[in-house]
Nanobody, 130 residues
Framework: QVQLVESGGGLVQAGGSLRLSCKVS????????VGWFRQAPGKAREFVAA????????????SVKGRFTITSTITGDNAKNAVDLQMDSLTREDTAVYYC???????????????????WGQGTQVTVSS
């Protein structure tokens, strides 16, 4: 079982930055891959970024490459056990509810697909104003 708690959302002007954090806990938290998804009003939930648990590979959807960075401190010493999403050069199109999600242990494939994830956080609102 894995528990996820997001934080860091808010209101920011276009061109600004926000850092989202997903605190991960539970019996198997060191062996799960973690992804970030978002859902804008009237739109389907979409993949944003993911961090693979085993090799630390990262994946991004094209629209955020070069602007967003996903980092994990789950395996480090004195780790805060979180997967963060640094978001820079934000645009109005980034406005959405952002969710972090975790897989079952040892999953490394299809991390851009919502169905791959078994655990979801409650979501945090990100609003980018012009």
């Amino acid at each position: 079982q894995v528990q996820l708690v997001e934080s860091g959302g808010g209101l920011v002007q276009a061109g600004g930055s926000l850092r989202l954090s997903c605190k991960v806990s539970g019996r198997t938290f060191r062996s799960v891959s973690v992804g970030w998804f978002r859902q804008a009003p009237g739109k389907a939930r979409e993949f944003v970024a993911a961090h693979e648990w085993s090799g630390g590979r990262t994946y991004y959807t094209d629209s955020v490459k070069g602007r967003f960075t996903i980092t994990s401190t789950i395996t480090g010493d004195n780790a805060k056990n979180a997967v963060d999403l640094q978001m820079d050069s934000l645009t109005r199109e980034d406005t959405a509810v952002y969710y972090c999600a975790a897989t079952r242990p040892f999953v490394t494939r299809a991390l851009d697909t919502a169905g791959t994830y078994d655990y979801w956080g409650q979501g945090t609102q990100v609003t980018v104003s012009s």
